[in-house]
């Protein structure tokens, strides 16, 4: 009995100390992976948002040139925009922006 106590004493410290414990340091490059990642989703939706915006026709939207007063233009800019058919990726792409960038603003110092 005594021989077996110390087989199972000796099979489980041998068992225990063979498994390798999580030290801070790949906690961190763990985190620093996953930051990163989810940093360049930012920036892709950034983007996203940027080609939509792109695709809006030249010369669709008023020029503030044109009109009688400045303050005029936020105004028709907004209407025209509505009726553009790029629209509809415009505020999706700016709504997975603002999501993901509320989300994860630690990454708002990183887009380019």
């Known amino acids: 009995m005594k021989k077996l106590s110390i087989f199972f004493l000796i099979f489980s410290l041998t ?5 390798k414990p999580i030290s ?3 906690n961190e490059t763990s985190n620093q992976k996953i930051l990163l990642n989810t940093c360049k989703d930012v ?3 950034l983007n996203q948002v940027y080609l939509s915006y792109s695709e809006v026709e030249a ?3 008023p020029s503030p040139a044109t009109l009688d007063s400045f303050l005029d233009w936020p105004l028709l800019f907004n209407e025209n925009l509505k009726n553009n058919p790029a629209y509809n990726d ?3 792409s700016v709504l997975n922006f603002d999501e993901l960038i509320t ?3 630690e990454c708002s110092s990183e887009l380019e």
């Open 59 to 61: 010369g669709s939207l």
């Open 43 to 45: 920036q892709d939706a």
């Open 15 to 19: 068992y225990c100390s063979s498994d």
């Open 90 to 92: 415009i505020i999706s």
């Open 103 to 105: 989300n994860n603003p």
């Open 24 to 26: 801070s340091s790949d």
